[in-house]
């Protein structure tokens, strides 16, 4: 054999025992943690909003019950779905995104050794996309937790979960980017993976190659509806926060400023004097906020809070949400070419029951959350329900998640109380709401029998 062949064949070796050397092993991960990874089953009775759809109390349920089995007319089964979660104490608590348990009556956990539980939803955040669960046993396998700060642009990841119902299936990748912004998702920094996630994943753990969990897989992007190679995942830091305050206090405490922004463009910096376009631009300041208390302006570019940057418009909101309603803390902005300091006092985000889940509550199948007050000013209305899910009779009516009801038949309704009594009006099959949706008011019109 030549010496040139003898060289070829010896760069080959070396190039497959590098490439070997290279490639991650997976599968310490995978026995030391996957039996701290479980199945989430969910139960949600449509009837409620397909037929019945009105409260226990109401003196019509108890003559649907007695005179109206399942099997009869309007029947619809019960709605079925799964997700993953991980255990993050001995004790049973789980972590998991919301939108695996929104609106389930029943949540089952099945653990890696078969074992099955019915859990409380001890509470959830809508805005993160977190809920904590609880099961009742102990002496269960947890996971390790990680830093998601220390993660690089590069770097392998596992996934496990329960895509489309594959218990303790694994997949990998790298982590794409971190701090990913996601269009109405404005309190986390998402970590963008190319990690295979589909149905069922969502709630699983991310973690990196020393075991820890280092995020919690929430949503991919797709055309299609399955993986396509573009995954994110919830820091878990910022899970972890969100957990502490639904089990210590029942509800998320976030600060709030009280202004509205927009990014800043190339053109809107060098039009105010800046040097490079960073920072949040504040389109709007709410009277008798804390901003307008503290001395902010339209026009002024907030550049630094609490002595963090802000490099873009999303990192503010963040950065303002972490925050502990009652701090005093210093904000630069941008203001007449040249930086000035203020100090804050920052508010409380008054939200629309963070920790709870809802459920329909009357006949028409809508699930709805009152407004505060703040959201009110916002909207520019003066009462109105906010619309958190429509089955049944409202679906029908293409009456949409979103949607703000002012009026029923001309009367406003600022509960779901006033809501559930102008649709049991007395003889009524059809009734009129009025919608805003989006900056336009619609009228619809609403069959109240099937």
Not at 30 to 59: F, S, W, Y
Not at 252 to 281: F, K, M
Not at 372 to 398: F, H, I, W
Request: net charge neutral; glycine share 10%; aromatic share 6%.
């Amino acid at each position: 054999m030549s010496q040139w062949v003898l060289r070829f064949v010896f760069l080959l070796g070396l190039a497959g025992v590098v490439q070997a050397a290279e490639l991650p092993d997976f599968t310490d991960i995978v026995d030391k943690q996957g039996a701290a990874v479980v199945n989430i089953a969910t139960t949600q009775d449509v009837r409620r909003g397909e037929r019945r759809g009105m409260p226990e109390q109401d003196e019509m349920f108890e003559f649907f019950r007695r005179f109206m089995p399942p099997e009869g007319r309007g029947f619809m089964p019960p709605r079925h779905g799964q997700g993953s979660g991980f255990i993050v104490s001995g004790d049973g608590y789980i972590l998991t995104n919301t939108h695996v348990v929104d609106g389930a009556d029943e949540v089952v956990v099945k653990l890696n050794d078969k074992r099955e539980f019915r859990a409380k939803v001890i509470g959830a955040d809508a805005r993160t996309d977190v809920a904590l669960l609880k099961i009742d046993t102990k002496g269960l396998p947890k996971v390790t937790i990680g830093d998601p700060n220390k993660l690089r642009a590069g770097e392998w990841v596992l996934a496990i979960g329960a895509p489309f119902g594959f218990e303790n299936s694994a997949t990998a990748g790298i982590v794409s980017a971190k701090g990913r912004s996601l269009p109405q998702e404005n309190y986390v920094p998402f970590i963008q993976t190319d990690v295979a996630v589909n149905p069922g994943n969502s709630g699983g753990p991310l973690f990196n190659l020393k075991g820890e969990v280092v995020g919690i897989n929430s949503q991919i992007l797709s055309r299609s509806g399955g993986y396509m190679g573009l995954s994110f995942a919830i820091p878990i830091d910022v899970a972890m926060d969100v957990a502490e305050q639904l089990k210590s206090k029942g509800k998320i405490s976030r600060g709030r400023l009280g202004v509205t922004i927009q990014e800043v463009t190339a053109d809107l910096a060098e039009s105010l004097g800046l040097d490079t376009p960073r920072g949040a631009l504040i389109a709007d300041v709410e009277p008798d906020s804390p901003a307008d208390k503290a001395g902010l302006q339209a026009s002024d570019i907030v550049l630094q809070f609490d002595g963090k940057p802000v490099n873009a418009s999303i990192d503010l909101p963040r950065l303002v949400g972490a925050t502990k309603p009652g701090s005093k803390v210093a904000v630069q902005v941008w203001r007449s070419r040249k930086a000035k300091d203020f100090d804050i006092t920052v508010g409380e985000l008054q939200d629309d029951k963070l920790a709870g889940l809802d459920k329909p509550t009357n006949k028409a199948g809508l699930a709805v959350r009152e407004l505060t007050p703040e959201q009110k000013r916002q909207l520019g209305v003066k009462s109105g329900l906010l619309v958190r899910e429509s089955t049944g009779l409202a679906a029908r009516a293409d009456i949409r998640p979103g949607d703000v009801i002012l009026s029923v038949d001309g009367r406003s309704v600022n509960t779901s109380r006033e809501l559930a009594q102008a649709l049991t009006v007395s003889g009524r099959k059809l009734v009129a709401l009025s919608l805003k949706r989006g900056d336009g008011v619609l009228y619809v019109a609403l069959r109240l029998e099937p």
